[in-house]
């Protein structure tokens, strides 16, 4: 076997400890995410109904919005449009459909029904299901950015079509209210209280 140099062993020796090195690393990286962070902001969280007057840092909402805009839908469709709801203007036409607990920032979101995914052996729609997606992709989105959130799905339709033309063509499926807590922030009564783990779940 040829005889290797110095540096060429050194540069072996090196790349194995990096690698070792960086692999722990990641292992930490992803253990502390996984298991503080994610887990954390999930079992934390909570339907806010009591917020602050202070504007959503616009930043916020172009985040929240980018989240959304990468949820998966069935068959890559894509048939889910949101209106961000933040000018005084448009704040005032979505209390009067629904008050959104006096939210600084409301998302409408809706989907359309003919781009949506259709399953051809019952005729299902995709649709709903592409929305709650999108939607949920935005509640933990507001969630990590440490706003408060409530998804609104008791509202008239007709009054928001009639209210929001901008959403012609779409079934809106619901609101996302969002804003800084303020100090009467606290879970609700109704707040998740999740049944049984053997009745919610089974291993097969
Ligand atoms: C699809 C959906 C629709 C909802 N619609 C409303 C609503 O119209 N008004 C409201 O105040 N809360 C609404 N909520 C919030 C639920 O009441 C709340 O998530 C549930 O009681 C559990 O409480 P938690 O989010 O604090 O864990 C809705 C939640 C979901 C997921």
């Known amino acids: 076997m040829a005889k290797r140099s110095f540096l060429e062993r050194i540069s072996d020796l090196t790349k194995i400890t990096h690698r070792a090195a960086f692999s722990s690393v990641d292992k930490h990286i992803s ?8 887990s954390n902001m999930v079992t934390s969280r909570y339907t806010c109904r ?8 616009p930043a916020k909402i172009q985040k929240i919005l980018e989240i959304a805009h990468i949820a998966p839908s069935a068959h890559d469709r894509q048939p889910i449009h949101v209106w961000a709801v933040t000018s005084d203007e448009a704040l005032a036409r979505i209390r009067e459909v629904h008050k959104s607990y006096d939210a600084p920032a409301v998302f409408i979101v809706g989907a359309n029904l003919s781009e949506a995914w259709v399953r ?31 998804w609104i799905s008791d509202f008239d339709p007709a009054k928001l079509a009639d209210k929001f033309p901008e959403t012609a063509g779409y079934e809106v499926t619901g609101l996302l ?8 922030a606290a879970p609700y009564e109704l707040h998740h209280d999740p049944k049984p783990f053997e009745e919610f779940c089974t291993v097969l």
């Open 31 to 38: 253990n502390l995410n996984f298991e503080t962070r994610f």
């Open 50 to 57: 009591s917020f602050s007057d202070r504007k959503v840092n």
């Open 120 to 150: 051809s052996y019952d005729n299902k729609s995709s649709a709903d299901t592409d929305a709650a997606v999108v939607t949920l992709h935005m509640v933990l989105e507001a969630s990590d950015l440490g706003l408060g959130v409530v």
């Open 177 to 184: 209210a969002v804003g800084q807590p303020d100090e009467e």
